[in-house]
């Protein structure tokens, strides 16, 4: 079955940084592509970054570019979201996802709190 774990999520100061880490099972990682949301308290849920699982393009909400990158290791089955530059904007649940034909798999989610 498909399981998404997703860790390093955390309390940091704005500008600090923080990386958050996906440990993907259940099917062929390296076949399919991978996104981050995030969800902040009253607020829609938004897709943040996606990887695809070829050349690994990516592409990233226009709030977090240049600040964020995500990347991915197919060897370790781990999609991963570099955030730098935190602003107190990114206070979120941040999820990581990946999407099927008819299903989409979510894991539990991970608390980023950006506060001085």
């Known amino acids: 079955q498909v399981q998404l774990v997703e860790s390093g999520g955390g309390l940091v100061q704005p500008g600090g940084s923080l990386r958050l880490s996906c440990a993907a099972s259940g099917f062929t990682f390296s076949n399919y592509a991978m996104s981050w949301y995030r969800q902040a308290p009253g607020k829609e849920r938004e897709l943040v970054a996606s990887?695809?699982?070829?050349?690994?393009?990516?592409n990233y909400a226009d709030s977090v570019k240049g600040r964020f990158t995500i990347s991915r290791d197919n060897t370790k089955n781990t999609v991963y979201l570099q955030m730098n530059s935190l602003k107190l904007e990114d206070t979120a649940v941040y999820y990581c996802?990946?999407?099927?034909?008819?299903?989409?798999?979510w894991g539990q989610g991970t608390q980023v709190t950006v506060s001085s």
């Open positions: 996802s990946t999407k099927r034909r008819y299903t989409d798999y």
């Open positions: 990887i695809t699982s070829g050349v690994r393009s990516t």
